[in-house]
């Protein structure tokens, strides 16, 4: 064989040895054919949640709390709205002067839009707005779907602390921390710990909120270190550290009219 023709053999062979070296390292991705919203979240129900951060003026945070007690309860005990208030918290620790709000709206996202309209005709409401407005520094807001091993945030008793965990995952992998954490949460519920686990559908994207209510916070410490001496916490914790992004705690008080006292 000639120089010339060992040279395009050659050369015909690498493209294939270097395909082959590649599918050793590349990822394979399985195909799915359904949205992860469908795949992660709760089939019997169809409840949206929207979750939002308000940073209010440190001189104004007694008067935004005071008209928050005045006017939210009222949208949430009025049947004409399809939303319901699930909590109201200041933030004790994490950044401060903060207030969190969730809600819930039963039927999705028509019930969102619903709300919001008729919000729009409420003058005691626009009043409110406008007041609110000026109390703030910044706000912001996600729109969230419930993960369907969680338990459903309902209205407790008091007095609690309650903790916000907050989890930017790497974009990719919120099937993988779902399919974790279905088996990490049996570890989490011997207190009654749980309130809900959330994902982002808007807003900020593989944002991931778990919701915990603790009587204080030795209770808090006392729960999560006996969390380690079960067989398998360690595990699954080794496991979904990697697809963390970032994380923050925060420790909120529920107002006066939360319904997770």
């Known amino acids: 064989m000639s120089n010339l023709s060992r040279r395009l053999t050659s050369s015909n ?7 082959w070296l590649k599918s050793l390292f590349v990822r394979k991705v399985d195909p799915r054919k359904d949205a992860h919203s469908n795949l992660l979240a709760k089939k019997e129900t169809s409840s949206l949640y929207k979750l939002q951060f308000h940073n ?9 709390n005071k008209i928050c007690q005045e006017v939210l ?12 208030l699930v909590g109201t918290w200041n933030t004790w620790y994490g950044e401060q002067d903060q207030a969190v709000h969730l809600w819930r ?3 999705g996202y028509p019930a969102l839009t619903e709300v ?3 919000l729009r005709e409420n003058q005691e409401f626009v ?12 706000r912001k807001n996600q729109l969230l ?30 099937i993988e921390w779902g399919n974790y954490w279905a088996r990490a949460i049996r570890f989490r519920q011997d207190g009654n710990e749980a309130v ?7 807003g900020q994207l593989y944002m991931v909120h778990h919701l915990w209510a603790y009587k204080d916070l030795q209770t808090r410490e006392d729960i999560r270190n006996a969390a380690w001496h079960k067989h398998g916490w360690e595990e699954l914790v080794y496991y979904t550290v990697p697809l963390i992004q970032e994380m923050e705690s925060r420790i909120m008080i529920p107002l006066k009219t939360s319904p997770l006292q």
């Open 105 to 107: 709206y039963e039927g």
């Open 196 to 202: 809900g686990g959330f994902f982002s559908q808007i």
């Open 127 to 138: 009043s409110f707005r406008k007041a609110r407005s000026d109390m703030l520094l910044s």
């Open 73 to 84: 309860p009222k949208i949430h005990e009025d049947k004409h709205y399809p939303c319901t």
């Open 56 to 64: 209010v003026k440190p001189e104004c945070l007694d008067a935004y």
């Open 116 to 118: 919001m309209n008729k």
């Open 145 to 174: 779907l419930e993960f369907s091993f969680w338990n459903e945030p309902v209205p407790r008793s008091g007095p609690n602390i309650y903790e916000l965990r907050s989890y930017q995952l790497r974009p990719g992998t919120m």
């Open 13 to 19: 062979n690498r493209p294939r040895e270097d395909s």
